[in-house]
């Protein structure tokens, strides 16, 4: 691409200003549907405020016309010595894959149409980082092979509760490293909207789970909530696994939670960054229709488990 077709290609400073703005401030007005600007929702209602909020906040960002900035060779060794990118392009690519699968399943037109948007920014986030390693010569692996799961919304489940737990950690860490300066500030600015989409897609996840038992039928819930159920017990026990191996050295087994915190985090104070994953969580999802319920269950966790960290931290 030549710089003239670049500058064609690349949103103007006003657009992507606006486009960020609208991603991270949105509110539902349901007045056409009798149910005011601040009142409870329908089922009908609920479903395409779900749709709309993920429609209207779209970021028409371009990965393709993204210009990366330049590192210095400190910079660069810090990046490129991550050990997080074959996990991050691998876990975008099967997330891309459960959605879209999952997404035939869904009869309510504008509801598909927001699961369809979903896969496509998961795909995004992957040539996001297809073109960062390419730019600043990093290795990866060769890909597998993607594979469709055979029950969708099992496939789907795993996905989403697996970003409430990534993006919430995810969160703290992006603002420990544009705080401590382990990215320089225009790295950190480029990555800006994919962090904020991932608060996006698991405020839908959750707010659709609700949506999604609620008009399910009542002979389906309790097999779904043993399902739910067990798709914690499968993400949990999955992480304690991965911490096994990353106190193994099995790099390859790695994700960006597990191995972010330790290349990021350094030696921070494990409450501090409790804190400050607390703290940008709420900050992230603040901005959306008050009737959207953010993501509790990690959060709560958290928030019980700070005061016990905390004063283990002053017995040492």
Known sequence: MDEQDKARAMPTTEAIEAADRAARHWHFDDAAGGGGTSGPLGT???????????LDTFNPYKPSVID????????RNRLTALPIWDIAVQTEGRARLRILSYARKIAHPALREAFELMAFEEGRHKEVLANLVQAYGIKLDPE?????????EWGFL?????ECIDSFFAFGLFALARRSGFFPPALVETFEPVIQEEGRHILFFVNWVTWHKRTMKLWRRPWFFLKTLAVWF???????????DVSAGEKENANFTVEGASAVGGEIDTAELMALCLAENDRRLSGYDARL???RTVPFLVRRALPVVRWMARRK
Do not use: F
């Open 44 to 54: 009908a209602a609920q479903a395409t405020m779900l749709a709309r909020m993920l």
């Open 68 to 75: 990366w900035p330049v590192l210095d060779d400190e910079a």
């Open 144 to 152: 597998p092979t993607y594979v469709e799961p055979k029950d969708p």
């Open 158 to 162: 795993v996905t989403g509760y697996s």
């Open 234 to 244: 499968y993400l949990i026990r999955e992480r304690i696994g991965l911490a096994k």
């Open 293 to 295: 319920r953010p993501p």
